[in-house]
């Protein structure tokens, strides 16, 4: 890893550039990136504060810089330097020749006769295409510059987000730990069962690759009489239930649910982010969920983990790491996506804490709208689902147990309407899938909403608004 390209301006100055500068940084340069008096502002700081701490050995604090793209999302704004530009209509934009230049002098390149056998361009090779990608390196300065001045113009980030930008950024930069045996021990279970479970899938059906969506749709065209669209995951829970279907039709779609399971990718995502000391950085972007200021997951996407297996945790674990968990389960890629975030692990002699806001989203709403019986219920006995079902079907909460099926309509409900869903909403939130009959749904929007007027009113504020 070496910075090729390093552009720089001083306030609204003029930018300037070093090419190939090596790690021979002026004195002036190293003060201004190391001093706290100094603010460093840059789009996407995180960037800039790594590629730097790599390449000159320098501890470079978060606290001393300020990033435009924090800036931007506050403010609702597209988060890519060239989405934001043209989105404000700034005179100076990002150049759209850089991914090219970027593919040609920063990734390796193919050997071939004609460029000697080189595995890398350098600005020798290209002197016409360097100038322009020095151009282009001093235009992002540029753009930068713009985005920062106008940003300035508006109400930003308050020091406390400011402060939890910069305990994100120590955060990310920590990382987290992979059990890497666990890691691969899944995937190489996963990949015999999944072989195993396509042996079967060609035994029953005769078709050469059953990996293959074309073959397995013309066969089971000709077995049921009639075309057969999608094969994911969600089509296949659609069809018919299975004594509805010929047994062969039946089993070869059970097993071709088995097989496609997505959820053990994680693992693969996993080893490929893990650095050199096992752990894996950069999986959270701040204000990365645009206009909502939640954090947003990347790389490995750890805030969208199935829940952890309950019973037997340790032993699916270990059957798991010396190979026989196949003999014990038949739905393994399941049992193996249950067990995924257990494959993040504390370093030695430490322990992971982990803690989630209770109900975060009705809690809020109620809060910001004032619906006083939801507080309450928070400040009480915090049953919100047995609460909100007494509510909307006019009950006492005594009569609303744990497994009822008004408890699932009011937690559903709470789930899915908080935020002006409605119908749509329900069905994505799993209603439907839950055994509440879809000919409910408008009645059970038409109940929150009249359980919680003060909540109905705020949307509408917010729209005049």
């Not at 930008?165 to 279970?189: K, P, S, Y």
């Not at 893990?274 to 790389?299: P, V």
């Not at 969208?304 to 019973?311: F, M």
Request: with cysteine; net charge positive.
């Amino acid at each position: 890893f070496e910075v090729i390209l390093l552009a720089y301006a001083w306030d609204e100055g003029e930018p300037q550039i070093l090419e190939r500068p090596g790690r021979g940084l002026t004195p002036e340069l190293i003060r201004a990136l190391t001093e706290k008096s100094v603010r460093k502002v840059a789009h996407n700081a995180n960037f800039e504060i790594t590629c730097l701490s790599a390449w000159t050995g320098l501890r470079l604090h978060p606290a001393h810089w300020k990033c435009t793209m924090v800036g931007a999302a506050y403010l609702g704004l597209p988060l890519s330097l060239d989405k934001v530009s043209e989105v404000l209509c700034l005179a100076e934009r990002k150049d759209a020749r850089g991914k090219a230049l970027i593919n040609y002098f920063c990734k390796p390149c193919r050997p071939t006769k004609a460029n000697g056998g080189r595995t890398r361009n350098l600005p020798e090779h290209a002197p016409e295409k360097w100038g322009q990608f020095c151009e282009y390196c001093v235009q992002d300065v540029r753009t930068e510059q713009a985005i920062h001045d106008y940003l300035r113009r508006f109400p930003q980030p308050t020091p406390q987000e400011c402060t939890y930008w910069e305990q994100d950024q120590e955060i990310n930069g920590r990382g987290i730990r992979v059990d890497e045996e666990l890691a691969r021990a899944a995937i190489a279970a996963n990949t015999s069962f999944v072989r195993g479970v396509h042996e079967d899938i060609r035994r029953l059906t005769g078709v050469v690759n059953p990996n293959s969506l074309p073959q397995l749709k013309a066969w089971l065209s000709e077995r049921l009489g009639a075309p057969v669209g999608s094969l994911g995951r969600e089509s296949l829970e659609e069809l018919p239930a299975e004594g509805a279907l010929p047994d062969d039709v039946a089993r070869v779609l059970a097993l071709r649910r088995l097989a496609s399971n997505t959820s053990v990718t994680k693992y693969d995502a996993m080893l490929s982010f893990m650095c050199s000391d096992g752990r894996i950085r950069g999986l959270l972007q701040f204000y990365g969920a645009n206009r909502t200021g939640r954090f947003a997951g990347r790389g490995v996407q750890i805030q969208n983990l199935k829940r952890t297996l309950k019973k037997g945790l340790d032993a699916t674990r270990e059957a798991v790491r010396t190979g026989y968990a196949d003999l014990l389960f038949d739905d393994l890629s399941e049992v193996l996506s249950r067990i995924t975030r257990t494959a993040l692990v504390a370093s030695p002699g430490n322990q992971l804490c982990v803690a989630d806001y209770s109900a975060i989203e009705a809690r809020v709403i109620a809060w910001l709208a004032g619906e006083e019986w939801v507080l309450e219920v928070f400040r009480t006995h915090g049953k919100i689902y047995e609460a909100a079902a007494a509510q909307m079907f006019h009950l006492p909460i005594d009569m609303i147990g744990k497994g009822s099926d008004l408890r699932a309509k009011g937690k559903v409900a709470t789930l899915a309407l908080g935020y002006q869903g409605g119908v749509g909403a329900l069905v994505a939130m799993g209603a439907v899938k839950t055994g509440i009959d879809e000919a409910e749904l408008p009645a059970i929007v038409r109940a929150w909403r009249s359980a919680n007027p003060a909540i109905v009113k705020l949307w509408r504020s917010v729209e005049q608004a």
